[in-house]
């Protein structure tokens, strides 16, 4: 491969069709056969992603770029929403999401330490974490089974003068009753901030209109770390279709400045120079005035071009792990006498990212999972379980200071002992589905 004679744009065309032949040569996987092992997740990509990703390098602007540009606007149209940002994780799409609800700009509605946010603690730490690192008091509240997702009827038992609002993902692609969540949210004047991180795709009918998940709260988030729906490595996004919260959490997002202008191009704005803020001298330079304290959560130019070749994808995505989870499920109910199968919430069409199944009395968890996993499946638990009943809560338990719990949370706890869950992403086959249905059936017997 030779350059000379070539201008920038034919040597560039030259090594992203080399990009192209490499990956088909070499990322094509072989056809799954019975003994190789099934993981709950794992990437499906071709050369789209590849030479989008060569293609972003090339260029070596290793902040957010075009590609981040393309990708939010892509995203937000996806997903009907006015406003995206695009971050470095799941996790820091939910740190921001809350921290947004902080911001001094939104007044008597903003989170103040002390305040409360109603959550469950059958969930991922992170959706958890940002409201404790700030001073806020986590309330937790028991979840049923089989939909896995808030018992709605402990929102009001949950209600406090200091309650301000309610943060709690769908679980494993199923949403949680959001016609309850919001009327109740509503009624109290909460904010909602929907952790989307495992349900992209996800839709649910409300007032008539079906929508999908992460646009019915004030706030929606997602993840695209390697198993989630779709992938951009590491990257996560925060979404909404209000003005404010999108500009207070683009700033913090952006090391909580003040100034709208893109990284590498100054005078967007258009005032860069000729405004009074806070004590600073007057015409301080914009792009160096913070309005929050904020942090850098970008994501790499080069995650958002992997974003918007899998965004190309996304609905075949979806449309395959619903097959998925309408094969297992049908190949499992001859079981459902040993094991409690799992449940859309009325009103949705999930985007399954996992298939949940709880032990029911007289079956062991254990040996059920250890028998699956003998056989090359891999199997999960509900993430954390109880999260309240972990180390990192132990000093709260021990002060009783911190956090607040609603109930005996007995259903988290079935959760945390009888349940687990194995895949259904897309890359999976009918033949992988059918052998999974075969293991687990013999597991129970």
Not at 275 to 298: A, C, I, T
Request: hydrophobic share 35%; aromatic share 10%.
């Amino acid at each position: 491969m030779h350059f000379d004679g070539k201008n920038e744009t034919e040597a560039r065309a030259e090594i992203l069709s080399l990009v192209r032949e490499y990956c088909d040569a070499y990322h094509t996987k072989k056809p799954w056969k019975e003994g190789d092992r099934i993981s709950y997740a794992s990437r499906v990509y071709d050369h789209d992603e590849m030479v989008n990703l060569v293609d972003s390098s090339l260029e070596f602007w290793l902040t957010s770029g075009r590609y981040t540009e393309r990708f939010e606007k892509e995203f937000a149209a996806y997903l009907g929403v006015r406003f995206c940002n695009l971050v470095n994780s799941g996790s820091s799409a939910n740190l921001l999401a809350f921290m947004t609800l902080t911001s001094p700009l939104l007044g008597e509605r903003a989170v103040r330490r002390g305040d409360e946010i109603i959550t469950v603690a059958a969930g991922f730490p992170t959706t958890v974490t940002p409201m404790l690192q700030f001073g806020a008091v986590p309330v937790f509240l028991d979840v049923t089974i089989p939909q896995y997702n808030i018992d709605v009827t402990q929102l009001e038992k949950a209600l406090s003068d200091k309650t301000r609002a309610v943060m709690i993902a769908h679980t494993l692609g199923n949403p949680f009753d959001l016609t309850a969540v919001k009327a109740f949210c509503d009624k109290h004047g909460l904010w909602l901030i929907e952790d989307n991180c495992d349900a992209l795709g996800s839709e649910y009918t409300i007032g008539g209109e079906t929508r999908l998940t992460g646009t019915i709260g004030d706030i929606g988030t997602s993840s695209f770390y390697p198993p989630h729906h779709m992938t951009m490595g590491e990257g996560g996004a925060v979404y909404t279709n209000d003005p404010l919260l999108f500009k207070i959490s683009r700033s913090m997002r952006d090391w909580g400045r003040d100034c709208v202008c893109p990284s590498g191009r100054d005078g967007v704005c258009g005032h860069r120079f000729d405004r009074q803020f806070g004590e600073l001298p007057f015409g301080y330079d914009h792009k160096y005035v913070y309005s929050h304290f904020g942090y850098n959560l970008k994501a790499t130019d080069m995650q958002a071009a992997v974003g918007c070749a899998q965004l190309q994808k996304f609905p075949g995505f979806v449309a395959r792990r619903r097959h998925n989870f309408a094969r297992l499920k049908a190949a499992l109910l001859p079981v459902a006498d040993k094991l409690i199968l799992p449940e859309a919430c009325p009103g949705s069409n999930p985007s399954w990212f996992g298939f949940l199944m709880t032990c029911r009395e007289g079956v062991e968890r254990e040996k059920v999972v250890s028998h699956i996993e003998s056989r090359g499946v891999q199997t999960r638990m509900l993430f954390s379980g109880n999260i309240v009943k972990h180390p990192c809560f132990d000093e709260m338990r021990k002060s009783g200071r911190g956090y607040r719990v609603v109930g005996d949370l007995s259903v988290t706890d079935t959760i945390m002992t009888r349940t687990f869950w194995v895949g259904l992403y897309p890359g999976m086959t009918d033949d992988m589905i059918d052998y999974m249905a075969k293991v687990i059936t013999e597991a129970v017997q």
